[in-house]
């Protein structure tokens, strides 16, 4: 059969369409590309190109990093006893033969080491109930255990007190135990009593509320004002997507970026928001953040260079950290002196280095100046942590 022009076919279906949209015959047509219009009739004459997906914003896009929960787990109510006489032709007192019931099912927390956030952990876990015992002696079965994967180095803790801390993988804690199946009639069988009607519910399960905590958020932790380029410098050296703009607190959650290396080592760095002067007074959300901090290994402070006097921003930081945790500042760190791209910036650099003992790595998070030297240096900090760690028979925490 030949295959008609595409003119032909064209006015051909027009034609059809004249005549009350009703086509005498389809024609087969070779496109190389979808039309812009519709062919089949006028008054579904309008664009029909294939629809793109619509775009999703960076804020959808980012999964934010959790690093405490606060989780209510209740175990598995026990199944209630049977109640039930056996029953046979010719065999009238058959005696008891209710079983009992099934045991309730625990919530347990296992230590996963792909799991790196506690982001999937719910609010609300209940184990499975057991079932009622049967007839004939039968048992009823047990509620299934229900698990809860958080990551290596989790802290539980019950009214300010740490019960469990899990920091090797597979490790188990049992957060709430089931409660035990209730006794059918056939266990009140006795001497004195050969057709016994009592049998027992169900014993409820045991109900706790849990605070999580990760002992390490990440390997090192940006530190910094709010629009110092901690969000852009993470974009930079990471894969990680926070989201940036030019007003304050655009990070109001911790986000974590990882670093890759050629010898598959990977280095986790955070971003922490932007602290304000009094944080250690809960001004702001201040003691939250400070939180963030405390799970870091080592720090990296960012100094806007562009700022007069950018040694005070670093003096304020180290203060902030004094007085909420004593030691936190002494903590092994490097001052990363941002957008080194402006003019300001390079009049303030040799002004910084003279005011601070630390080391001073200038670089610019928008255009990607000299990330090599930080990258080098966050390997050094990483490895000094990592033989650290070895020397005191721990082992270091891995992503």
Known sequence: MAVPALGAGLGRAAAGAALGGRALWKPVLLLLSPPSFSTTCARCAKDRRLRQKRAITERQLTRYFVDHRKVRVVGGQGGAGGFSFYSEPRKIFGGPDGGNGGDGGHVILKADQQTKSLSSVLPFYQGFHGERGGRKNCYGANGAYVYVKVPVGTLVKEDGEVVADLTQHGEEYVAAYGGAGGKGNR??????????????????????VLHLELK???????????????????????????????????????????????????????DIPGLIKGAHQNRGLGVTFLKHIERCRFLLFVVDLSVPQPWVQLQDLKY???????????????????KIDLAESRINLPLLRERVAERVIPLSALTGDNLEELLWHLRELYDTYVKTEQSRGQSPVKW
Do not use: M, W
Request: proline share 8%; charged share 15%.
């Open 187 to 208: 266990f009140f069988l006795s001497n004195e009593n050969r057709s016994p009607t009592l049998f027992t519910p169900g014993e409820p399960g045991q109900e706790r």
């Open 216 to 270: 390490t958020t990440a390997h090192a932790g940006l530190v910094g004002f709010p629009n110092a380029g901690k969000s852009s410098l993470l974009r930079a050296i990471s894969r990680a997507k926070p989201a940036v703009a030019a007003y304050p607190f655009t990070t109001l959650n911790p986000h974590v970026g990882i670093v890759h290396y050629q010898d598959y080592e990977q280095v986790a760095v955070a």
């Open 320 to 338: 902030e950290l004094q007085q909420y945790d004593r030691g936190l500042s002494e903590r092994p760190c490097v001052v990363i002196g941002n």
